[in-house]
């Protein structure tokens, strides 16, 4: 008994560890949330599942304009939209010490969770599995398979950070680069997002949630445990 015990052990540990595995690879997944928008439950965001397309974020703006176009969104039934940060600890605020290249690298563990600091960077490298150099432009078909469309390869995408008065941060989708822009200069795309989940005050919008594979692995690892030490004891 005591080696059979063991060996289910061993084995249920090895289950377990590639569990973890499941768990962490769905954490970039975008959330159904009807046939305009997704959700990001790892950054606690909505966007638009058409990148600005067909909403008025397809026409190029200087910066003020953009930040103006989506502040007074209404779509989907909310009026809370902005332009994604390009850090979220300096909010809409200047920041100068953001990386100009490739802000992330798409390889996971520390760069994840670094990499949320930043939602387009995300959007990229983890909800659609981008890597430096790589293309997610066009119709992507995100991790978790839900569909974006109409994200643009020209010109690059605005972001609501700014650098001082006369720059802000700028991301690229046909390459992953982040630059920076000129706000009377450049005329640049948008991209709406708004902050939480579209459910709280919409449920209609939600689908029924389906347990993650880690999640499902773990509640099956406890009821083979609960089995065996209820064995033993007999």
């Given at each position: 008994?005591?080696?059979?015990f063991?060996?289910?052990?061993r084995w249920?540990a ?5 569990g ?21 439950d790892?950054?606690?965001?909505t ?10 974020g ?6 003020g ?10 779509f989907?039934g909310?009026?809370d ?15 100068t010490?953001l990386p100009i ?39 992507q078909t995100?991790?978790g ?8 390869d ?10 001082d008065?006369?720059l ?7 390459d ?9 200069g450049n ?8 902050p939480?989940?579209v ?5 209609r ?6 347990p993650?594979?880690?999640?499902l ?9 609960l ?8």
């Amino acid at each position: 008994m005591g080696n059979r015990f063991g060996t289910v052990r061993r084995w249920a540990a090895a289950v377990l560890v590639a569990g973890m595995g499941l768990a962490g690879s769905a954490s970039a997944t975008l959330l159904d949330r009807g046939p305009d928008m997704v959700y990001d439950d790892v950054l606690d965001i909505t966007w638009t599942r058409q990148a600005g397309g067909g909403i008025g974020g397809d026409i190029a703006r200087l910066w003020g304009a953009a930040n103006a176009w989506a502040i007074f969104l209404d779509f989907g039934g909310f009026t809370d939209w902005r332009l994604p940060y390009a850090s979220v600890s300096a909010g809409a605020g200047p920041i100068t010490t953001l990386p100009i290249g490739f802000p992330c690298t798409g390889a996971g563990g520390a760069d994840e969770v670094a990499c949320r600091d930043n939602e387009m960077a995300y959007m990229f490298y983890y909800n659609l599995d981008g890597n430096p150099g790589g293309d997610k432009t066009g119709t992507q078909t995100a991790v978790g398979g839900e569909m974006l469309t109409g994200i643009s390869d020209i010109p690059d995408y605005w972001s609501g950070t700014g650098i001082d008065s006369i720059l802000a941060w700028r991301f690229t989708f046909d390459d992953g680069l982040q630059g920076q822009g000129g706000v009377d200069g450049n005329a640049l795309m948008a991209w709406a997002v708004r902050p939480g989940d579209v459910c709280d005050a919409q449920p209609r919008l939600c689908v029924e949630s389906v347990p993650e594979p880690g999640s499902l692995l773990l509640l099956a690892l406890g009821a083979l445990g609960l089995g065996w030490s209820r064995r033993r004891k007999s």
